[in-house]
T-cell receptor, first 118, second 111 residues
Framework: GAVVSQHPSWVICKSGTSVKIECRSL??????MFWYRQFPKQSLMLMAT?????????EQGVEKDKFLINHASLTLSTLTVTSAHPEDSSFYIC??????????????FGPGTRLTVL | EDQVTQSPEALRLQEGESSSLNCSYT??????LFWYRQDPGKGPEFLFT???AGEEKEKERLKATLTKKESFLHITAPKPEDSATYLC????????????FGSGTQLTVLP
């Protein structure tokens, strides 16, 4: 149980294009979904928190107009990197929290998406 | 501000050599302490959630314990497939379920 999928697993795009990454909770409903970015040899950096049906909350320093997050349902969140540039190349990971009671804090992570911008 | 410190940064063990990883935390109103395992190029895999001091949880060769200031992940008779980075994280009341992560311990188990 508690499986989270991400698609695509990797993507290569040209500078200036937009890329959409999907995150789905397959066997549970996720009240809250999170998007992280991870650089090599570093820990996870939280980018934003999204709740179903409401606007995402972005961490300080994360451009909300560049990283568009949509949480349209209790099982799907999307991250769109707009006008991507080489510095946006990174490993993007989503997570989902069931959000029920105390145990709802546990986040289940997707397998990640490797983005390379040429 | 929440702080999570993991030690050591890296640990090399021989197969069968038991050891412990440490996670020290400073948080106001701990809701949960979480252990994850991350393999290179993959997302973190959930291992345990601990909620209160004195709580222990086990899974195969892994055992997690929690005190008011730190958590230990004990690895008994590790195998090469236990090699990974182990991440510790905490959540606190009012954090909107956000997790604060430590920097991880990179474990290598040699055959």
């Amino acid at each position: 149980g508690a499986v989270v999928s991400q698609h695509p697993s990797w993507v290569i795009c040209k500078s200036g294009t937009s890329v959409k990454i999907e995150c789905r909770s397959l066997d549970f409903q996720a009240t809250t979904m999170f998007w992280y970015r991870q650089f090599p040899k570093q820990s996870l950096m939280l980018m934003a928190t999204s709740n179903e049906g409401s606007k995402a909350t972005y961490e300080q320093g994360v451009e909300k107009d560049k990283f568009l997050i949509n949480h349209a349902s209790l099982t799907l969140s999307t991250l769109t990197v707009t006008s991507a540039h080489p510095e946006d190349s990174s490993f993007y990971i989503c997570s989902a929290a069931p959000g029920q009671g105390h145990t709802g804090d546990t986040q289940y992570f997707g397998p990640g998406t490797r983005l390379t911008v040429l | 501000e929440d702080q999570v410190t993991q030690s050591p940064e890296a640990l090399r063990l021989q197969e069968g050599e038991s050891s412990s990883l440490n996670c020290s935390y400073t948080v106001s109103g701990l809701r949960g302490l979480f252990w994850y395992r991350q393999d290179p190029g993959k997302g973190p895999e959930f291992l345990f959630t601990l909620y209160s001091a004195g709580e222990e949880k086990e899974k195969e060769r892994l055992k997690a314990t929690l005190t008011k200031k730190e958590s230990f992940l004990h690895i008994t008779a590790p195998k090469p497939e236990d090699s990974a980075t182990y991440l510790c994280a905490v959540s606190h009341a009012g954090s909107a379920r956000q997790l604060t992560f430590g920097s991880g311990t990179q474990l290598t188990v040699l055959p």
